[in-house]
């Protein structure tokens, strides 16, 4: 059973860097798509990017100057920065996997909420 | 950007009953649309793909239908734990997401 967790601080300024990582276990990120997905509170998804073969990336056009997702083979994980986060990137983070890039998330971590505020 | 637009925002049902829930997209996606299922404080579950196939454990009273731009979710009868808000998104041009259905008890 494939299983996705998110870590990272759960506070973070205006104009700084937020970075979480998500570990991975019962299957390797080698194979298959990998997604960051965010929830603002009582709002609805939307889609940052995914890596895929160990470090392709895709990202969202609206976020991609902002976004950056990097991997960690060895430790099954991989790892979501955006820049220069303003009030509007507080959301609950996602990671998710895919078996292919046209195909729904079939595995979900439990999510985190990243809060931006001073 | 493909938008996905769910109608209605809400739907009131009785248990026992049918629900029909509603995604259209702004332009063709062919059949590339999966329909989830989020209850609160948990992430979403993938509940169809490929417009019409049930994922893994999903049970038969849900189903899904459409291509091109029209796209429908039925729960044929709806039990105690399918209340929840259920999202469609589209995977034929990037990844986009409708604003979701809230399913209320009625």
């Known amino acids: 059973q494939v299983q996705l967790q998110e870590s990272g601080p759960g506070l973070v300024k205006p104009s700084e860097t937020l970075s979480l990582t998500c570990t991975v276990s019962?299957?390797?990120?080698?194979?298959?798509?990998w997604s960051w997905i965010r929830q603002p509170p009582g709002k609805g998804l939307e889609w940052i990017g995914y890596?895929?073969?160990?470090?392709?990336?895709n990202y969202n056009p609206s976020l991609k100057s902002r976004v950056s997702i990097s991997v960690d083979t060895t430790k099954n994980q991989f790892s979501l920065k955006v820049s220069s986060v303003i009030a509007a990137d507080t959301a609950v983070y996602y990671c998710?996997?895919?078996?292919?890039?046209?195909?729904?998330?079939?595995?979900w971590g439990q999510g985190t909420l990243v809060t931006v505020s001073s | 950007e493909i938008v996905m637009t769910q109608s209605p925002a809400t739907l009131s049902v009785s248990p026992g009953e049918r629900a029909t829930l509603s995604c259209r997209a702004s332009?063709?996606?062919?059949?590339?649309v999966a329909w989830y299922q989020q209850k609160p404080g948990q992430a979403p579950r993938l509940l169809i793909y490929?417009?019409?196939t049930r994922a893994t454990g999903i049970p038969a009273r849900f189903s899904g239908s459409g291509s091109g731009t029209e796209f429908t979710l039925t729960i044929s009868s709806l039990q105690s734990e399918d209340f929840a808000v259920y999202y469609c998104?589209?995977?034929?041009?990037?990844?986009?997401f409708g604003q979701g259905t809230k399913l209320e008890i009625k």
């Open positions: 019962g299957g390797s990120i080698s194979s298959y798509y």
């Open positions: 998104q589209q995977y034929n041009n990037w990844y986009t």
């Open positions: 332009q063709s996606v062919r059949s590339n």
């Open positions: 890596f895929y073969n160990s470090g392709s990336t």
């Open positions: 490929g417009a019409s």
């Open positions: 998710a996997r895919s078996l292919s890039p046209v195909a729904g998330y079939d595995y």
